[in-house]
């Protein structure tokens, strides 16, 4: 099992960035898991954000990051990122990381067992 803690998070400005990060550990080699990040506003139900496939060739974006966030991983430090640019008000939420064990090298699209903490990303206007 793999075990992930992010950071990063915080309060900005619309149109501001932040970039938050995930360290992957645990006794499973990290290229075995595609990764992603989701979110989740108060009220609201959990959804993805972005995923990126083992190796790190493939990504997946929801609607709502398309153009403005990038994900990205380190395969030697065992760490998945993601930059968020053009920041909305609407992106105000908890954001999770998450590893799902796979063989192919598909991007993250729904989630696997291992999550994160969480870290609240504040944005206001």
């Known amino acids: 099992q793999v075990q992930l803690v992010e950071s990063g998070g915080g309060l900005v400005q619309a149109g501001g960035s932040l970039r938050l990060s995930c360290v992957a550990s645990?006794?499973?080699?990290?290229?075995?898991?595609?990764m992603g990040w989701f979110r989740q506003a108060p009220g609201k139900e959990r959804e993805i954000v972005a995923g990126?496939?083992?190796?790190?060739?493939?990504?997946y974006y929801a609607d709502s990051a398309k153009d403005r966030f990038t994900i990205s991983r380190d395969g030697s430090n065992n760490m998945v990122y993601l930059q968020m640019n053009s920041l909305k008000p609407d992106d105000t939420a908890v954001y999770y990381c998450n590893a799902r064990y796979t063989i192919s090298n598909s991007p993250l699209t729904r989630p696997g067992d291992a999550w994160g903490q969480g870290t609240q990303v504040t944005v206001f206007s």
């Open positions: 990126i496939s083992r190796i790190g060739g493939s990504t």
């Open positions: 645990g006794q499973n080699t990290f290229s075995h898991y595609a």
